[in-house]
């Protein structure tokens, strides 16, 4: 009893901006319950026409890149050795854990037999796309984990196991990079199986590349944007430094997706092209989305001035969402039937998004994250932590 009365305690000196994500993530969990009681049928307004809606658009197809920072920071700090980025590493890593677990959350809330899923395991289709991406997603979780577990071990002292997971760091590293290679390309192979459905602005035979490419550009943006939040909203170490370097690697990243873009609209799609002004507009603003924080990062005032680049790594994010959903949705509409999500399939939604937050959050202010974690630490030494501490309060 002492305890809980100690949690609500420490709930109610929270910000009200953490309440009020508790709260969306509470709607949340009451709209999945609904989800669960009355069937997909009665709560959402897919149908044989719109099998996918919210739920995959942003929840699996969106999310998915939104998380690729853990994979595309750590190979750049420990395959490409630049590793004056490792203090970005853990928050990107936790990110990355957090958004794959929630798109786990999506797949099972919007799958029409959840308790079947784990069919996948012993019924192996290996011509499917879909069956990559499960195992994918499976895999690249599980790694994420393990690699999120060395700031749960200097939280509790665990130093055995801290040990065996620094052993591990390298082969995880380079399962993480192999593995999201494979399913964030496979995410684009899933649309080309719509031929005649998704429009000639978006159907390419290099949507696999493109999804890729875009997929690393969201990872250097979301850490961008995180890194800065947290030094404005939560008081931790300012790393403009650090962003800068990631700031110089984007313009290159995002040129070659435009590239890429321009190049597969050019000679690899068949139209029809601009015969729907709603598309035609919709591809306008995510071209311009793209466009815009790459001309902004090649500009060193942008690159070194807070502000500037939180708002050129939002603008990519933007430009990212509104590609995921013309693909996964808009581009695949029906003009004399429409979707619109209804309010379970938003509820829900907003929920994961908060909940994101809310974890991130609550992860930062209890466990090491937002330590820095220089490869020279000896994890034999059981005050590792506060030598670790020591070192950053000395500068």
Same mark, same amino acid.
């Given at each position: 009893?002492?305890?809980?009365?100690?949690?609500?305690?420490?709930?109610?000196?929270? =910000?009200?901006?953490?309440?009020?994500?508790? +709260?969306?993530?509470?709607?949340?969990?009451?709209?999945?319950?609904?989800?669960?009681?009355?069937?997909?049928?009665?709560?959402?307004?897919?149908?044989?026409?719109?099998?996918?809606?919210?739920?995959?658009?942003?929840?699996?197809?969106?999310?998915?890149?939104?998380?690729?920072?853990?994979?595309?920071?750590?190979?750049?700090?420990? %395959?490409? =050795?630049?590793?004056?980025?490792?203090?970005?590493?853990?928050?990107?890593?936790? +990110?990355?854990?957090?958004?794959?677990?929630? !798109?786990?959350?999506?797949?099972?809330?919007?799958?029409?037999?959840?308790?079947?899923?784990?069919h996948v395991l012993t019924n192996w289709n290996? =011509?499917?796309?879909?069956?990559?991406?499960?195992?994918?997603?499976?895999?690249?979780?599980?790694?994420?984990?393990?690699?999120?577990?060395?700031?749960? %071990?200097?939280?509790?002292?665990?130093?055995?196991?801290? *040990?065996?997971?620094?052993?591990?760091?390298?082969?995880?590293?380079?399962?993480?990079?192999?593995?999201?290679?494979?399913?964030?390309?496979?995410?684009?192979?899933?649309?080309?199986i719509a031929v005649n459905k998704l429009h000639?602005?978006? @159907?390419?035979?290099?949507?696999p590349l493109l999804f890729w490419i875009s997929?690393?550009?969201?990872?250097?943006?979301?850490?961008?944007?995180?890194?800065?939040?947290?030094?404005?909203?939560?008081?931790?170490?300012?790393?403009?430094?650090?962003?800068?370097?990631?700031? *110089?690697?984007?313009?290159?990243?995002?040129?070659?997706?435009?590239?890429?873009?321009?190049?597969?609209?050019?000679?690899?799609?068949?139209?029809? @092209?601009?015969?729907?002004?709603?598309?035609? /507009?919709?591809?306008? /603003?995510?071209? /311009?989305?793209?466009?815009?924080?790459?001309?902004?990062?090649?500009?060193?005032?942008?690159?070194?001035?807070?502000?500037?680049?939180?708002?050129?790594?939002?603008?990519?994010?933007?430009? /990212?969402?509104?590609?995921?959903?013309?693909?996964?949705?808009?581009?695949?509409?029906?003009?004399?039937?429409?979707? @619109?999500?209804?309010?379970?399939?938003?509820? !829900?939604?907003?929920?994961?998004?908060?909940?994101?937050?809310?974890?991130? !959050?609550?992860?930062?202010?209890?466990?090491?994250?937002?330590?820095? =974690?220089?490869?020279?630490?000896?994890?034999?030494?059981?005050?590792?932590?506060?030598?670790?501490?020591?070192?950053?309060?000395?500068?």
């Amino acid at each position: 009893m002492a305890t809980v009365k100690k949690v609500f305690s420490e709930i109610r000196g929270y =910000h009200p901006f953490i309440k009020f994500l508790m +709260t969306m993530v509470a709607l949340a969990v009451i709209a999945s319950g609904f989800r669960f009681v009355f069937g997909l049928g009665a709560t959402t307004n897919l149908n044989d026409v719109y099998p996918w809606g919210l739920w995959i658009a942003f929840d699996v197809v969106t999310a998915v890149p939104l998380a690729a920072g853990a994979f595309t920071l750590g190979a750049i700090v420990h %395959c490409f =050795h630049i590793k004056k980025l490792e203090p970005l590493v853990r928050p990107a890593i936790v +990110t990355g854990f957090l958004g794959y677990s929630l !798109v786990t959350v999506g797949l099972v809330l919007d799958l029409g037999q959840p308790q079947r899923g784990w069919h996948v395991l012993t019924n192996w289709n290996v =011509h499917s796309p879909m069956f990559e991406v499960s195992v994918c997603v499976m895999a690249y979780t599980t790694v994420l984990f393990l690699e999120f577990l060395s700031p749960v %071990c200097e939280k509790f002292g665990l130093h055995l196991p801290l *040990r065996f997971l620094r052993w591990l760091e390298m082969p995880l590293v380079v399962a993480a990079a192999a593995i999201s290679t494979l399913h964030q390309s496979t995410l684009g192979t899933f649309f080309l199986i719509a031929v005649n459905k998704l429009h000639g602005l978006w @159907y390419t035979p290099l949507l696999p590349l493109l999804f890729w490419i875009s997929a690393i550009s969201a990872g250097l943006a979301i850490i961008i944007i995180e890194a800065t939040s947290s030094h404005k909203w939560l008081g931790y170490a300012n790393e403009s430094e650090l962003l800068r370097i990631l700031s *110089r690697i984007l313009p290159w990243t995002l040129g070659l997706y435009l590239a890429v873009r321009v190049w597969s609209l050019l000679f690899f799609s068949e139209g029809p @092209y601009f015969d729907r002004p709603g598309l035609s /507009l919709l591809f306008c /603003l995510e071209l /311009l989305a793209f466009l815009i924080p790459f001309v902004m990062f090649t500009q060193k005032r942008v690159r070194t001035n807070d502000r500037r680049r939180a708002i050129a790594a939002i603008l990519v994010i933007v430009g /990212l969402v509104l590609n995921r959903f013309n693909v996964s949705l808009m581009g695949m509409m029906d003009p004399n039937q429409i979707y @619109y999500p209804s309010i379970i399939e938003t509820t !829900v939604t907003l929920g994961i998004i908060a909940a994101h937050i809310l974890f991130f !959050v609550l992860i930062a202010k209890y466990f090491p994250i937002f330590e820095h =974690h220089p490869e020279t630490v000896d994890y034999s030494i059981p005050d590792h932590v506060e030598k670790v501490k020591s070192a950053k309060q000395a500068g």
